[in-house]
């Protein structure tokens, strides 16, 4: 098997929900739907293969990118919507 690298495995990127920035947020939301992807399916041959089918399918897009919004609201509500 053609494995993600253990470095991508990882639930949480930076081990914590707290961002300085909406901006950095937006980036860990997408971080973290990635390293979930990996965690369910970490052969990468097996990734690579399911890409022509998923990213060129608008459904499937607007789910993975419902997921992202599903993690950024997380990540907003612990960071109070940005502290000032």
Do not use: C, K
């Not at 993600?4 to 961002?19: A, H, K, M, N, Q």
């Not at 022509?52 to 459904?59: C, F, G, K, N």
């Amino acid at each position: 098997m053609n494995r993600v690298p253990e470095s991508e495995l990882t639930l949480l990127p930076g081990g914590t929900l707290i961002t300085a920035t909406a901006e950095e947020g937006r980036a860990l939301a997408l971080a973290i739907a990635r390293h979930t992807i990996h965690n369910i399916q970490p052969d990468l041959d097996v990734l690579v293969a399911g890409r022509p089918l998923y990213s060129t399918d608008p459904q499937a897009l607007m789910r993975a990118g419902h997921v992202v919004a599903v993690e950024f609201a997380t990540i907003a509500a612990a960071n109070n919507y940005w502290r000032e």
